[in-house]
């Protein structure tokens, strides 16, 4: 029988339940096998720890201050046909 990665009905309500993917297990199919109930169902643990993680993964610096780089320059300063000014914020 063929196995996705996808949530099954009875993750409906689970926070690590991502539509296409579960954020845990590769294979939540299995962990309902039996009739048993996931033990990432509607765990609290489990999801802060996947949050915790994405959180790290998308923690960079670098993006940041391009972030604020972009938002300087589109101040009405340097939008009114003026030439950009390289702006470094190290």
């Known amino acids: ?7 099954v ?21 299995d962990m309902w096998r039996d009739h048993r109930v996931c033990p990432g169902y509607k765990n609290e643990k489990l999801l802060a720890a996947y949050l915790a993680d994405q ?8 993006k940041e201050k391009r972030r604020q780089i972009a938002k300087l320059r589109r101040t ?10 390289l702006i470094s914020i190290r």
Do not use: E, I, W
């Open 1 to 7: 029988m063929h196995r996705s990665g996808k949530p």
């Open 9 to 29: 009905r009875k993750c409906h309500g689970c926070g690590l339940n991502f539509r296409d993917h579960c954020g845990v297990y590769d294979n939540p199919h």
């Open 55 to 62: 959180a790290k993964l998308q923690a960079d610096k670098d």
């Open 76 to 85: 009405a300063t340097h939008s009114n046909g003026d030439r950009h000014v």
